[in-house]
């Protein structure tokens, strides 16, 4: 078990860009895949991107992000990156970051760590 650490958040102008860092720390458990997620005011929580940590390092991109957005990791780390170029106003959200875990000695069910979230604005 242990914690998602979030970092990168901030406000910058459309077109402009960020990247969201999240690191899962602690011990006795294995990364099964990382994403990111978004929520506004007001709207429930989309999907943003998500990535395996197993079985090949695949991606998935919501639609609307497609193009801008770039999701990476550091298998060392236990880290995934998230790079959002091209910034618009909709993008504004609270993005959190979500890993699927299991259990380095346990049951072999699947478990889930939520970060706190992080502040993204897109204004001018």
């Known amino acids: 078990q242990g914690r998602l650490v979030e970092s990168g958040g901030g406000l910058v102008q459309p077109g402009g860009s960020l990247r969201l860092s999240c690191a899962a720390s602690?011990?006795?458990?294995?990364?099964?895949?990382m994403g990111w997620y978004r929520q506004a005011p007001g709207k429930q929580r989309e999907l943003v991107a998500t990535?395996?940590?197993?079985?090949?390092?695949?991606?998935n991109y919501a639609d609307f992000v497609k193009g801008r957005f770039t999701i990476s990791r550091d298998n060392a780390k236990n880290t995934v990156y998230l790079q959002m170029n091209s910034l618009k106003p909709e993008d504004t959200a609270v993005y959190y970051c979500?890993?699927?875990?299991?259990?380095?000695?346990?049951?072999?069910?699947?478990?889930?760590?939520w970060g706190q979230g992080t502040q993204v604005t897109i204004s001018s």
């Open positions: 602690g011990a006795g458990f294995s990364i099964l895949n």
């Open positions: 979500h890993a699927r875990y299991i259990l380095v000695k346990g049951d072999s069910l699947e478990y889930d760590f």
């Open positions: 990535l395996t940590f197993i079985s090949g390092g695949y991606t």
